[in-house]
C-alpha cells in the first residue's frame, strides 16, 4: 500500500491550509486513516483518524475545533483541513493506513506510512 501525501507549505498564523493524502489500495474496507505530525525537535503525535467505512473521526485535543479529516471514496483520498494555524501547528505532516480502526500511533505504526509534507505557520 503506497500512501501519497502533499499540499504542505508556508503559511500565516490564523491561515488555513489543506493536506491530501491519496492511496494506492483500492479498497478501504475496513480500514482507518490517519493524520499524524512531528514538531521539529519533538516526537511524532496523533493529529486524527478517521474509518473508511463509517467516516467516524478522532482528534487529538490539540486538533479538536480547527482541524478535519473528510474523505472522498471516488478518489481514495483523504484530506487534513487545518483552520486557524498556529505557529506551534509546525511540523512534518504524514498519513498513514492501516488495517481495522485504531486511534494510537502505536497501532499506526505497524501500518503504511507516506512521506511527510511539511508545514510551517510563520506568526
Known amino acids: 500500500v503506497q500512501l501519497q501525501a502533499s499540499g504542505g507549505g508556508l503559511v500565516q498564523a490564523g491561515g488555513s491550509l489543506r493536506l491530501s493524502c491519496t492511496t494506492s489500495?483500492?479498497?478501504?474496507?475496513?480500514?482507518?486513516l490517519g493524520w499524524f505530525r512531528q514538531p521539529p525537535g519533538k516526537e511524532r503525535e496523533i493529529v486524527g483518524v478517521?474509518?473508511?467505512?463509517?467516516?467516524?473521526?478522532y482528534y487529538a485535543d490539540s486538533a479538536k475545533g480547527r482541524f478535519t479529516i473528510p474523505r472522498d471514496k471516488a478518489k481514495n483520498a483523504v484530506y487534513l483541513q487545518m483552520n486557524s494555524l498556529k505557529p506551534d501547528d509546525t511540523a512534518v505532516y504524514y498519513c498513514?493506513?492501516?488495517?481495522?480502526?485504531?486511534?494510537?500511533?502505536?497501532?499506526?505504526?505497524?501500518?503504511?506510512w507516506g512521506q511527510g509534507t511539511k508545514v510551517t505557520v510563520s506568526s
Open positions: 498513514a493506513a492501516r488495517e481495522g480502526l485504531s486511534y494510537s500511533l502505536q497501532s499506526f505504526l505497524q501500518g503504511y
Open positions: 478517521i474509518s473508511w467505512n463509517l467516516g467516524t473521526t
Open positions: 489500495r483500492r479498497t478501504l474496507t475496513n480500514w482507518a
